[in-house]
């Protein structure tokens, strides 16, 4: 990063000098491309994990480039609540390229691929030697993406019946990669459900403490009931077996 730091601040001082020759010269330049090629996409799966290893996330981004575009570099930021946690290559006009993540590090979560900071190159008509010139820009690109690094959940239900009464007890955990196994998982806005017909009707909606919730329900006829919870930022989707009572 440092060398293509210092190559951009060499490259930038040969233009200017070239420039200010071209107008001593007189020569005026044809109106160039602002930016030559704009990234206008990125293409990255989220990806739920189940162990602490590292994992390489492929990340594609599409272009569009203007008539006078002749070639472009990026360095593409990878960030997690704002700090750098990799970053991408795009060479020329399309990029295919892997992220390393590493989920017990890094952290799960939230994950964005850009802002990109572009140097390019473009063709200008130099009127005075009748002949195309080749100029140089630098720009930030803030076209982002963002994807998720999640922990696999998983959930459990049983029923206790007195009478009418029945106790339903779920259970959660997630996978923490920073932990090496799982651990209790706090879930929000998790349902306790019951199967009506084909459906599943929810009973009531709850936040789990200590991975754990509880519900009491009447009712004198036998049901199947689930624990469903939905996915978080940094947690899976999961839906617990039934069980019947």
Same mark, same amino acid.
């Given at each position: 990063?440092?060398?293509?730091? !210092? ?13 200010? #020759? ?9 109106? %160039? ?16 994990? @189940?162990? /602490? ?9 599409? !272009? &569009?480039? =203007? ?9 593409? +930021?990878?960030?997690?609540?704002? #700090?750098?946690?990799?970053? $991408? ?30 140097? %390019? ?6 009127? /005075?030697?009748?002949? /195309?010139?080749?100029?140089?820009? +630098?720009?930030? +690109?803030? @076209? ?18 007195? #009478?009418?009464?029945?106790? $339903? @007890? %779920?259970?959660?955990?997630? /996978? %923490? ?23 599943? =009707?929810?009973?009531? !909606? ?5 991975? @754990? ?8 006829? &036998? ?9 978080? !930022? ?12």
């Amino acid at each position: 990063m440092m060398q293509f730091s !210092t190559l951009r601040r060499i490259r930038n001082t040969v233009v200017t000098l070239v420039a200010a #020759g071209a107008l001593a010269l007189g020569t005026v330049p044809a109106h %160039a491309s602002e930016r030559p090629i704009d990234i206008t996409g990125y293409s990255v799966s989220s990806i739920t994990v @189940t162990d /602490y290893n590292c994992r390489n996330v492929t990340v594609k981004a599409s !272009t &569009k480039i =203007k008539g006078d575009y002749e070639d472009a570099y990026a360095s593409i +930021d990878v960030t997690k609540r704002g #700090g750098v946690v990799t970053w $991408l290559s795009l060479d020329n006009r399309k990029i295919s390229n892997r992220a390393f993540i590493c989920p017990s590090s890094d952290g799960l979560g939230a994950y964005r691929v850009g802002p990109a900071e572009v140097s %390019a190159t473009y063709s200008v008509w130099n009127s /005075y030697w009748e002949d /195309y010139d080749t100029e140089y820009v +630098d720009y930030t +690109d803030r @076209t982002s993406k963002t994807f998720y690094v999640r922990g696999k959940a998983k959930s459990s239900i049983t029923a206790k019946r007195s #009478g009418r009464k029945v106790t $339903l @007890t %779920a259970k959660a955990q997630v /996978y %923490a990669p920073d932990r090496y196994g799982y651990i209790k998982y706090n879930a929000k806005n998790a349902k306790f459900q019951v199967k009506s017909g084909s459906k599943w =009707k929810t009973l009531k !909606t709850v936040n789990l403490k200590k991975g @754990t919730a509880k519900l009491t329900v009447t009712q004198s006829r &036998k049901k199947s009931y689930r624990l469903s919870i939905p996915t978080a !930022t940094w947690a899976s989707s999961t839906n617990s077996h039934s069980v019947t009572k």
